[in-house]
Protein backbone atom coordinates (compact mmCIF):
# COMPACT_ATOMS: atom_id res chain seq x y z
CA UNK A 1 0.00 0.00 0.00
CA UNK A 2 1.64 3.55 -0.82
CA UNK A 3 1.33 5.83 2.20
CA UNK A 4 -1.19 8.98 1.53
CA UNK A 5 1.25 11.04 2.69
CA UNK A 6 3.79 10.34 -0.41
CA UNK A 7 0.65 10.55 -2.56
CA UNK A 8 -0.37 14.11 -1.22
CA UNK A 9 3.67 14.97 -1.02
CA UNK A 10 5.32 17.34 -2.98
CA UNK A 11 6.17 14.43 -6.02
CA UNK A 12 2.67 15.23 -6.51
CA UNK A 13 0.53 18.11 -7.47
CA UNK A 14 -3.40 18.76 -7.37
CA UNK A 15 -2.72 21.38 -9.80
CA UNK A 16 -3.50 20.51 -13.09
CA UNK A 17 -1.89 21.64 -17.16
CA UNK A 18 -5.01 22.72 -19.44
CA UNK A 19 -4.81 20.86 -22.45
CA UNK A 20 -3.65 22.72 -24.97
CA UNK A 21 -6.60 25.01 -27.18
CA UNK A 22 -9.25 23.81 -24.51
CA UNK A 23 -9.65 27.63 -22.82
CA UNK A 24 -10.10 29.29 -26.33
CA UNK A 25 -12.69 26.59 -27.51
CA UNK A 26 -14.60 27.12 -23.83
CA UNK A 27 -14.05 31.27 -24.95
CA UNK A 28 -15.59 30.75 -27.94
CA UNK A 29 -18.61 28.36 -26.84
CA UNK A 30 -19.43 30.62 -24.35
CA UNK A 31 -19.25 33.78 -26.59
CA UNK A 32 -21.72 31.94 -29.01
CA UNK A 33 -23.80 31.24 -26.13
CA UNK A 34 -23.59 34.77 -25.52
CA UNK A 35 -24.77 36.34 -29.23
CA UNK A 36 -27.06 33.33 -29.79
CA UNK A 37 -29.10 34.00 -26.27
CA UNK A 38 -30.46 37.77 -27.36
CA UNK A 39 -31.07 36.70 -30.99
CA UNK A 40 -33.52 34.35 -29.68
CA UNK A 41 -34.81 36.45 -27.54
CA UNK A 42 -35.22 38.56 -30.31
CA UNK A 43 -36.61 36.07 -32.54
CA UNK A 44 -39.19 35.06 -30.15
CA UNK A 45 -40.39 38.35 -30.03
CA UNK A 46 -40.63 38.59 -33.65
CA UNK A 47 -43.06 35.63 -33.99
CA UNK A 48 -45.42 36.00 -30.93
CA UNK A 49 -46.06 39.80 -32.82
CA UNK A 50 -47.26 38.13 -36.30
CA UNK A 51 -49.15 35.61 -34.26
CA UNK A 52 -50.94 38.05 -32.21
CA UNK A 53 -51.19 39.83 -35.48
CA UNK A 54 -52.96 36.83 -37.17
CA UNK A 55 -55.14 36.39 -34.24
CA UNK A 56 -56.46 39.98 -34.30
CA UNK A 57 -57.07 40.10 -38.10
CA UNK A 58 -58.65 36.28 -37.42
CA UNK A 59 -61.14 38.04 -34.53
CA UNK A 60 -61.56 41.04 -37.29
CA UNK A 61 -62.74 38.71 -40.52
CA UNK A 62 -64.93 37.09 -37.95
CA UNK A 63 -66.57 39.56 -36.65
CA UNK A 64 -67.13 40.75 -40.22
CA UNK A 65 -68.45 37.82 -41.50
CA UNK A 66 -70.90 37.42 -38.55
CA UNK A 67 -72.04 40.76 -38.87
CA UNK A 68 -72.88 40.16 -42.52
CA UNK A 69 -74.70 37.47 -41.84
CA UNK A 70 -76.54 38.57 -39.12
CA UNK A 71 -80.24 39.17 -39.79
CA UNK A 72 -81.71 42.67 -39.97
CA UNK A 73 -85.06 43.65 -38.82
CA UNK A 74 -86.68 43.24 -41.97
CA UNK A 75 -85.01 39.96 -42.63
CA UNK A 76 -86.65 38.42 -38.94
CA UNK A 77 -89.79 36.40 -39.64
CA UNK A 78 -92.78 37.10 -37.33
CA UNK A 79 -93.49 33.51 -36.41
CA UNK A 80 -95.90 31.08 -37.72
CA UNK A 81 -96.45 27.75 -37.92
CA UNK A 82 -96.76 27.57 -41.81
CA UNK A 83 -92.71 29.57 -41.51
CA UNK A 84 -91.50 25.73 -42.24
CA UNK A 85 -93.46 25.87 -45.57
CA UNK A 86 -91.98 28.72 -46.63
CA UNK A 87 -89.54 28.40 -50.12
CA UNK A 88 -88.01 30.65 -52.21
CA UNK A 89 -89.08 30.35 -56.02
CA UNK A 90 -86.79 33.18 -56.81
CA UNK A 91 -87.03 35.61 -59.36
CA UNK A 92 -90.07 35.59 -61.87
CA UNK A 93 -91.46 37.61 -64.49
CA UNK A 94 -94.74 39.02 -63.68
CA UNK A 95 -97.19 38.83 -66.53
CA UNK A 96 -99.41 42.26 -66.33
CA UNK A 97 -100.39 42.34 -69.81
CA UNK A 98 -103.95 44.00 -70.53
CA UNK A 99 -105.00 41.08 -72.68
CA UNK A 100 -103.40 37.87 -70.77
CA UNK A 101 -105.80 35.02 -70.43
CA UNK A 102 -105.36 33.66 -66.96
CA UNK A 103 -107.38 31.10 -65.36
CA UNK A 104 -108.51 34.10 -62.44
CA UNK A 105 -109.70 36.70 -64.51
CA UNK A 106 -112.28 36.92 -67.10
CA UNK A 107 -116.09 37.06 -66.90
CA UNK A 108 -118.30 34.65 -64.51
CA UNK A 109 -117.77 30.83 -65.69
CA UNK A 110 -117.33 27.66 -64.13
CA UNK A 111 -113.60 27.47 -64.61
CA UNK A 112 -113.17 30.84 -63.07
CA UNK A 113 -115.06 29.68 -60.15
CA UNK A 114 -113.35 26.47 -59.41
CA UNK A 115 -109.69 28.28 -60.11
CA UNK A 116 -110.92 30.96 -56.97
CA UNK A 117 -112.38 28.21 -54.63
CA UNK A 118 -108.95 26.02 -55.15
CA UNK A 119 -107.45 28.79 -53.27
CA UNK A 120 -109.97 30.19 -51.03
CA UNK A 121 -111.77 27.04 -50.07
CA UNK A 122 -114.13 28.66 -47.56
CA UNK A 123 -110.62 29.68 -46.03
CA UNK A 124 -109.47 26.66 -45.40
CA UNK A 125 -109.48 26.86 -41.91
CA UNK A 126 -106.84 24.66 -39.57
CA UNK A 127 -105.98 24.07 -35.89
CA UNK A 128 -102.84 25.43 -33.82
CA UNK A 129 -101.99 24.08 -30.55
CA UNK A 130 -101.37 25.85 -27.43
CA UNK A 131 -97.63 26.64 -28.00
CA UNK A 132 -98.22 27.80 -31.44
CA UNK A 133 -100.99 30.29 -29.78
CA UNK A 134 -98.51 31.66 -27.47
CA UNK A 135 -95.99 31.49 -29.93
CA UNK A 136 -97.60 33.82 -32.23
CA UNK A 137 -97.73 36.35 -29.35
CA UNK A 138 -101.19 35.61 -28.30
CA UNK A 139 -102.42 34.40 -24.93
CA UNK A 140 -105.55 32.11 -24.56
CA UNK A 141 -108.57 33.57 -23.90
CA UNK A 142 -112.21 31.84 -23.10
CA UNK A 143 -113.48 33.83 -25.89
CA UNK A 144 -111.33 32.14 -28.19
CA UNK A 145 -112.99 29.71 -30.61
CA UNK A 146 -111.55 26.09 -30.45
CA UNK A 147 -112.40 22.83 -32.08
CA UNK A 148 -113.80 19.95 -30.05
CA UNK A 149 -111.93 17.58 -28.79
CA UNK A 150 -113.02 14.87 -31.45
CA UNK A 151 -111.53 17.36 -33.95
CA UNK A 152 -107.95 17.68 -31.91
CA UNK A 153 -109.23 20.80 -29.24
CA UNK A 154 -107.17 23.09 -30.84
CA UNK A 155 -107.28 26.49 -31.46
CA UNK A 156 -109.51 27.44 -34.98
CA UNK A 157 -106.75 29.76 -37.30
CA UNK A 158 -106.51 30.08 -40.88
CA UNK A 159 -102.92 31.39 -43.07
CA UNK A 160 -103.13 34.98 -43.97
CA UNK A 161 -102.54 34.60 -47.65
CA UNK A 162 -105.78 32.74 -47.76
CA UNK A 163 -107.45 35.42 -46.43
CA UNK A 164 -106.29 37.93 -48.41
CA UNK A 165 -107.36 35.63 -51.35
CA UNK A 166 -110.25 35.72 -50.17
CA UNK A 167 -110.84 39.53 -50.15
CA UNK A 168 -109.46 39.59 -53.87
CA UNK A 169 -112.06 37.42 -54.62
CA UNK A 170 -114.49 39.61 -52.77
CA UNK A 171 -113.77 42.44 -54.87
CA UNK A 172 -113.40 40.26 -58.25
CA UNK A 173 -117.26 39.36 -57.46
CA UNK A 174 -118.48 43.07 -56.58
CA UNK A 175 -117.04 44.15 -59.85
CA UNK A 176 -119.72 41.45 -61.28
CA UNK A 177 -122.02 42.11 -59.17
CA UNK A 178 -125.31 41.79 -61.27
CA UNK A 179 -124.00 38.44 -61.93
CA UNK A 180 -123.90 37.16 -58.73
CA UNK A 181 -126.77 39.24 -57.36
CA UNK A 182 -129.08 36.97 -59.29
CA UNK A 183 -126.91 34.09 -57.93
CA UNK A 184 -127.25 35.39 -54.10
CA UNK A 185 -129.85 38.66 -53.79
CA UNK A 186 -128.35 39.06 -50.46
CA UNK A 187 -125.06 40.37 -52.39
CA UNK A 188 -125.98 43.42 -51.98
CA UNK A 189 -126.13 43.85 -48.53
CA UNK A 190 -122.90 43.14 -47.74
CA UNK A 191 -121.55 45.95 -48.99
CA UNK A 192 -119.38 46.07 -45.84
CA UNK A 193 -117.76 42.94 -46.66
CA UNK A 194 -116.11 44.37 -50.15
CA UNK A 195 -115.19 47.49 -47.91
CA UNK A 196 -113.58 45.84 -45.14
CA UNK A 197 -111.43 43.72 -48.19
CA UNK A 198 -110.39 46.24 -50.02
CA UNK A 199 -108.58 47.40 -46.52
CA UNK A 200 -107.47 44.74 -45.45
CA UNK A 201 -106.06 44.36 -48.96
CA UNK A 202 -104.43 48.02 -48.67
CA UNK A 203 -102.66 47.24 -45.64
CA UNK A 204 -101.64 44.15 -47.13
CA UNK A 205 -99.82 45.96 -49.99
CA UNK A 206 -98.34 48.80 -47.98
CA UNK A 207 -96.91 46.85 -45.01
CA UNK A 208 -93.96 44.97 -47.37
CA UNK A 209 -94.13 48.09 -49.60
CA UNK A 210 -92.96 46.14 -53.10
CA UNK A 211 -90.01 48.11 -54.31
CA UNK A 212 -90.05 46.74 -57.71
CA UNK A 213 -89.39 48.84 -60.32
CA UNK A 214 -92.07 49.47 -63.17
CA UNK A 215 -90.22 51.22 -66.34
CA UNK A 216 -92.36 52.96 -69.15
CA UNK A 217 -92.18 52.42 -73.02
CA UNK A 218 -93.77 54.30 -76.08
CA UNK A 219 -96.39 52.76 -77.09
CA UNK A 220 -97.36 53.28 -80.81
CA UNK A 221 -100.93 54.65 -81.37
CA UNK A 222 -100.30 55.92 -77.28
CA UNK A 223 -99.53 59.77 -76.56
CA UNK A 224 -98.05 59.00 -73.18
CA UNK A 225 -96.07 56.39 -72.04
CA UNK A 226 -97.03 52.92 -71.05
CA UNK A 227 -96.37 51.39 -67.91
CA UNK A 228 -94.25 47.69 -68.84
CA UNK A 229 -95.88 45.57 -65.55
CA UNK A 230 -94.10 42.30 -67.05
CA UNK A 231 -91.12 42.77 -64.39
CA UNK A 232 -89.34 40.01 -62.52
CA UNK A 233 -90.08 39.83 -58.48
CA UNK A 234 -88.68 37.77 -55.83
CA UNK A 235 -91.74 35.44 -55.17
CA UNK A 236 -92.47 32.71 -52.81
CA UNK A 237 -93.72 28.83 -53.49
CA UNK A 238 -97.31 29.68 -52.76
CA UNK A 239 -98.26 25.94 -53.99
CA UNK A 240 -96.14 24.69 -50.96
CA UNK A 241 -98.02 27.08 -48.55
CA UNK A 242 -101.37 25.71 -49.63
CA UNK A 243 -99.81 21.99 -49.45
CA UNK A 244 -99.00 22.74 -46.15
CA UNK A 245 -101.90 24.30 -45.46
CA UNK A 246 -104.27 21.53 -46.29
CA UNK A 247 -102.26 18.79 -44.80
CA UNK A 248 -103.42 20.79 -41.59
CA UNK A 249 -106.49 21.06 -42.31
CA UNK A 250 -109.63 20.41 -40.05
CA UNK A 251 -112.59 19.57 -42.02
CA UNK A 252 -115.59 19.59 -39.88
CA UNK A 253 -119.22 20.30 -40.39
CA UNK A 254 -120.52 23.86 -39.61
CA UNK A 255 -122.71 22.20 -36.69
CA UNK A 256 -120.10 20.42 -35.01
CA UNK A 257 -117.77 23.67 -34.93
CA UNK A 258 -119.80 25.33 -31.70
CA UNK A 259 -118.68 27.18 -28.48
CA UNK A 260 -116.85 25.02 -26.02
CA UNK A 261 -118.48 24.79 -22.43
CA UNK A 262 -115.92 27.31 -20.92
CA UNK A 263 -116.25 29.72 -23.63
CA UNK A 264 -117.68 33.37 -23.67
CA UNK A 265 -118.83 35.91 -26.50
CA UNK A 266 -116.75 38.98 -27.05
CA UNK A 267 -118.71 41.93 -26.84
CA UNK A 268 -117.73 42.86 -30.34
CA UNK A 269 -115.78 41.97 -33.40
CA UNK A 270 -111.90 42.24 -32.44
Not at 151 to 176: D, F, K, M, P, Q
Request: proline share 8%.
Amino acid sequence: MIPLPYVMGKGYSAQYSPVNGADDEDEKLLHRDAEARPHSKSRLLHVSLWLIHGILIFITLLFFTLWARALSKDDILLYSPANEAIESKGIVRFNGSWDRREVYRGSPSPDLEAAWDRVTANGRPMGITLEQLLEIEEEPAPFMARYPEEYGGNYLAIVEVIHHLHCINIVRRSTWRNHYMAEDPDFIRWRIHPDHCVEILRQAIMCPSDVTMVNYDWVEGLDDPYPNFNIPHQCRDFEKILTWVDDRRVNIPPSKLIRQEDNVDLPYPP
